[in-house]
């Protein structure tokens, strides 16, 4: 079974049912928004912390769980 990091469903209840992020529209500055824009920035977010965050954090965990502290070699090798 995959790990479930986030839930994108708790994610749209907090911007759209508790701070009301559609509201923003109302201001010039966001006047060109809407939902499935604000919609595409977070499935897109997901996606990025999902593919690249998420076993880059996986590994972290391991390296300090066997060691104990994170070897200034090994993060850096993680971000390549």
């Known amino acids: 079974m995959a790990a479930k990091f986030v839930s994108e469903r708790n994610i749209k209840f ?6 009301d992020v559609e509201s923003l529209t109302e201001y010039e500055y966001y006047s060109e928004h809407n939902r499935k824009m604000f919609d595409m920035v977070l499935k897109a977010a997901i ?8 076993p880059i954090f ?11 502290i994170v070897r200034h070699l090994r993060t ?4 390549r």
């Open 47 to 54: 996606k990025l912390g999902k593919d690249l965050l998420f």
């Open 14 to 19: 907090l911007l759209y049912e508790v701070f």
């Open 76 to 79: 850096q090798n993680a971000f």
């Open 58 to 68: 996986e590994e972290f965990d391991r390296i300090i769980c066997q060691q104990g």
